[in-house]
């Protein structure tokens, strides 16, 4: 590796600058702190949490407030079934509270501001420290070394960039891959293109960039194997596809390694958060970042889920003291991991599922995540069928979607007996499907794309919950009777 020195002259073992020195101290550490016994880093995490719990309640107005109001002085976190009463904190409230949110001492450095703007439209605003950034690099810089990385590389990545370039394409040009590496090391450079641009526009790019390693949204990458796979284009050059932002569909990994020959390594990250949990170097699962983060996976009792189990994801951003995040739920499922074969002690969570706006409730009550792009690498996908590009899947009654579809002709009726078919098979429920041919569609505010979206409304949603719950508990009474007569 070709480490920067500030002395010219003493470049082996070379001096990094000041901060280059704090990541490296850093990285030194993490790389210890992974492999401690999971109790330990438990044991850890709980500590953190009562600390940045007694900030929040003494100097952060929306905690005052809140927790005084459910009967929490600052003294009153002893154990894990205290912090278990803890509210938890909703999307909602930090759009609507976002002042109050803000500790009124600062500390920890300058803050910077950071803002996505959702699916709903409505933006999110959070602030970050100069610790909050530090971590962020460090733990960014783990998960090369986890995967063993060639920093000489050239990385490309395809995402929402901020500003234009005169020709009204956007694309950016840096000399190194960016802060977690800029001062301890020399790397290749980096490359940016647009997530806007179109598929042939990318795939241009991506052929004349010829990268190491791409970085983009699982959705992009589906589209980029299957166009240059048609158009008989490579990168020969590519090491390894990163995901971020969306779901990742198992099925992309196989369609990967069969057109490009490459694994694909998969993040779990927000922009309110920061990184929450990281693809194991060995496994397919994931291991949260647990020195930054705590994370919590909640039934629907708000009780921990156990190994095997799906539940909500909950997250405390440990080191945020500018604006502390406790117990917020992020809007996300993920299924609990047990301990991982590589022997890292970090927490393991097996696999995200999906989004809450994502998951689909049928009219029983039941949810499911409907996997529309099953099949996605036989070609028998909704898109696979012979005239549709590209569709958009809504749930807009209990029993009925909307498949909006981009289509090269209207279908013959044997094919939308065919969508209908796949639909069912998708929600495990005979869905009535309302077909509608569009020019194109959007991609959402954040440049994600979701090809599945719940548009229930609250109250129906609730409602038909109820329902399952009721049905739920006569099954048990039932069963319960049945047990006893035996
Ligand atoms: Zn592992």
Redesign the pocket.
Known sequence: MDFLSIIPGVDWPALPNARGCQLLALQFQLDRSQWLPAVEIERQQARLAERLYRHAILHVPYYRATYAAAGFRPGSIRSIDDWLRLPILRRGDLQARFEDLQCRVKEHGEVSLSMTTGSSGMPTRTVGTAVTRILWHALTLRHHLWNNRDFSGKLATIRALRERDKTGRIEEREPSWGSATADILRTGPLVALDIHTSVDEQAAWLVREDPDYLLTYPSIAVELIQYMDRNGLRLPRLRELRTFGELLDPRLRELCQRNWGVPVVDGYSSQEVGYIAQQ????E?Y?VQAESVLVEVLDDEGRPCQPGATGRVVVTTLHNFAMPLIRYEIGDYAEVGDK???G?GLP?LRRIVGRQRNLAVLPDGRTVWPCLSDRLTSGASLSGLPPIRQYQVTQIEPDAVEVKAVAARPLTEVEEDGVRALVADAFGWPMRVELKYVERIERGPGGKFEEYRCHLAPDVVDRLQRLRKSNHERTAVLSGASQAAG
């Open positions: 194991c170097p060995e496994t699962q291991h991982c074969p590589c890292r393991v």
